[in-house]
T-cell receptor
Framework: GAGVSQSPSNKVTEKGKDVELRCDPISGHTALYWYRQRLGQGLEFLIY????????KSGLPSDRFSAERTGESVSTLTIQRTQQEDSAVYLCASSLRASVWGADRSYEQYFGPGTRLTVT | AQSVAQPEDQVNVAEGNPLTVKCTYS??????LFWYVQYPNRGLQFLLKYITGDNLVKGSYGFEAEFNKSQTSFHLKKPSALVSDSALYFCAVRVPSGGYQKVTFGIGTKLQVIP
């Protein structure tokens, strides 16, 4: 079946420009996550969406970063006035929602291939 | 707050030898624990998870991990390392809280298997 897809796969932009990254989660996955991975670094949590609940934005590094999700489908991560330190791979992941407390559901995340952002 | 520690930036092991990649966690409540692997130039892939039941869980590619509640650890192991196991490994934790599924990842451990 189709996995998580992200577009574009690569994006080169000039400092100060805005960029928009897209994520298409697996159909039926209500949870969606954005992470950032700088070169040689670990995963940095950015934002988490769960159904119609308010998103957890605690990982967004500045007010230049924002994300939206329409229902339980596509999400876009927007970076305004990009800076060179924004250069990284931006990863999206989705997972099933635990609709029943304590049920053994498939909580693992399925990751997209990422968008490599280079700010020049 | 939940957190994950991977104390080793890099682990080197000779091909054919057993390998261990360490992970400890800190949560309030019973954790769900995960290992993910990121091969060079490839996306992150799920390896295995501990939800409940047997403390020793088996996953893909011959990997296994042991949940130790008293030591709050979930170390990844493999009896005999392959060169193809060389990759970046991430430990992750979440605490079930209704439908909330925020997952916290460790910073990753680079595994280098030497031929």
């Amino acid at each position: 079946g189709a996995g998580v897809s992200q577009s574009p796969s690569n994006k080169v932009t000039e400092k100060g420009k805005d960029v928009e990254l897209r994520c298409d989660p697996i159909s039926g996955h209500t949870a969606l996550y954005w992470y950032r991975q700088r070169l040689g670094q670990g995963l940095e949590f950015l934002i988490y969406f769960q159904g119609n609940s308010a998103p957890d934005k605690s990982g967004l590094p500045s007010d230049r970063f924002s994300a939206e999700r329409t229902g339980e489908s596509v999400s876009t991560l927007t970076i305004q006035r990009t800076q060179q330190e924004d250069s990284a791979v931006y990863l999206c992941a989705s997972s099933l929602r635990a609709s029943v407390w304590g049920a053994d559901r498939s909580y693992e995340q399925y990751f997209g291939p990422g968008t490599r952002l280079t700010v020049t | 707050a939940q957190s994950v520690a991977q104390p080793e930036d890099q682990v080197n092991v000779a091909e054919g030898n057993p390998l261990t990649v360490k992970c400890t966690y800190s949560v309030s409540g019973n954790p769900y624990l995960f290992w993910y692997v990121q091969y060079p130039n490839r996306g992150l892939q799920f390896l295995l998870k501990y939800i409940t039941g047997d403390n020793l869980v088996k996953g893909s590619y011959g990997f296994e991990a042991e949940f130790n509640k008293s030591q709050t650890s979930f170390h990844l192991k493999k009896p005999s390392a392959l060169v193809s196991d060389s990759a970046l490994y991430f430990c992750a934790v979440r605490v079930p809280s209704g439908g909330y599924q925020k997952v916290t990842f460790g910073i990753g451990t680079k595994l280098q298997v030497i031929p």
